[in-house]
C-alpha cells in the first residue's frame, strides 16, 4: 500500500530529522490519525507557545492532501476557531496548490510559517485580518495574550521524550468554539513507525 510506505518513511525522516521546533507521532498504531506540536517562532506573538495539531490522512495519500487542524486555540487571520487553516497547498487544485510531491514535514513547515506570516489576504477570519492590517499593535497584543492562555505550558517545561515529542501534562483546555465544547485531554501512545 502506497500510503502506508510513504506514511513511514516521512515519519522516519520526522523523527530523526525534524524541522527546527516541530515534532509529529502516530496516535496507536493508525496511520492515518498523527499527532504534530509546532513551536511558537521567536519574534512573534506565538513565541513560547507549544501548538498541538490533527492529521488525518485519507486513504488517497499522497494524491490527496491531509486534512491538518489545530487543537490549541490560536488567534490568527487564517485559523478559524475550530481550528481549520487557510492554506492553498492544503487544497487541491485547481483552487488550492497541493501536489504528491509535498510532504508533512513540509507541510509543517509551512504551517509554521504561516503562523509567522499570515496572509490577511485570504483569510477565514476576517475580522481578525482587518485588525492585522489596519491595527497591528492591537493584533500582536490580543495574539500574545491568547498564546499565553491557551499555548504557554505552566510550570517548568519538562525535556522532551525519546522521540522528541514534549510531554503533554496539564489539564483539557476549552476551545474557542461557538459552541465551546471541551477537547478531550489525549494522553496518546505515541509509537514508533
Request: with cysteine; hydrophobic share 30%.
Amino acid at each position: 500500500m502506497q500510503r502506508a510506505s510513504r506514511l513511514k518513511k516521512e515519519l522516519a525522516m520526522l523523527t530523526t530529522e525534524p524541522p527546527p521546533g516541530i515534532t509529529c507521532w502516530r496516535i496507536e498504531d493508525r496511520i492515518d490519525d498523527l499527532r504534530a506540536q509546532i513551536l511558537g517562532s521567536a519574534g512573534t506573538p506565538y513565541e513560547g507557545g507549544v501548538f498541538s495539531l490533527e492529521l488525518k490522512i485519507p486513504e488517497r495519500y499522497p494524491f490527496e492532501p491531509p486534512k491538518i487542524r489545530f487543537l490549541t486555540p490560536i488567534y490568527h487571520p487564517n485559523i478559524d476557531t475550530s481550528g481549520r487553516i487557510c492554506y492553498e497547498a492544503l487544497k487541491l487544485p485547481p483552487k488550492g496548490a497541493w501536489r504528491p510531491s509535498l510532504n508533512l514535514s513540509t507541510l509543517l513547515t509551512s504551517i509554521q510559517l504561516l503562523m509567522a506570516e499570515p496572509n490577511p489576504d485570504d483569510p477565514l477570519m476576517a475580522d481578525i485580518a482587518s485588525e492585522f492590517r489596519y491595527n497591528k499593535q492591537l493584533f500582536l497584543q490580543k495574539a500574545r495574550k491568547y498564546t499565553e492562555a491557551h499555548a504557554v505550558q505552566k510550570g517548568i517545561l519538562e525535556g522532551s521524550t525519546k522521540h522528541n515529542v514534549p510531554k503533554q501534562n496539564g489539564p483539557s483546555r476549552k476551545r474557542a468554539s461557538s459552541d465551546a465544547e471541551q477537547e478531550p485531554h489525549e494522553q496518546a501512545k505515541r509509537t514508533p513507525f
